[in-house]
């Protein structure tokens, strides 16, 4: 089985900041893109940030120069820290990352749970 728990979510002041977690456990044994995407109120999931084994990134445009993702591959650890926040960042964040359980196994996309972020004074 495989985890992903995501942590740091929270009310934040508009033009705050904050840095999410999300951490890959389980039977890992190797884990090849890592994204974030967020889902508000009333609206669709969107993609904010992917990042693959190699630090390659990607950005919605909404978030460009304002969030920057960043993972720690030894422990299997994506992070999104958020500057300037606003309140439509207000939503559901998820990770999500592409992993193979074992050597012969075929890649598969595993969703966390979710933490709520919150923008308002």
């Known amino acids: 089985q495989v985890q992903l728990v995501e942590s740091g979510g929270g009310l934040v002041q508009p033009g705050g900041s904050l840095r999410l977690s999300c951490a890959a456990s389980?039977?890992?044994?190797?884990?090849?893109?890592m994204g974030w995407y967020r889902q508000a109120p009333g609206k669709q999931r969107e993609l904010v940030a992917t990042?693959?084994?190699?630090?390659?990134?990607n950005y919605a445009d909404s978030v460009k120069g304002r969030f920057t993702i960043s993972r720690d591959n030894a422990k299997n650890t994506v992070y999104l820290q958020m500057n300037s926040l606003e309140p439509e960042d207000t939503a559901v964040y998820y990770c999500?990352?592409?992993?193979?359980?074992?050597?012969?196994?075929?890649?598969?996309?595993?969703w966390g749970k979710g933490t709520l972020v919150t923008v308002s004074s």
């Open positions: 999500n990352a592409v992993i193979k359980q074992y050597g012969t196994s075929p890649l598969r996309l595993y």
């Open positions: 389980g039977t890992i044994f190797s884990i090849n893109a």
């Open positions: 990042i693959t084994t190699g630090g390659s990134t």
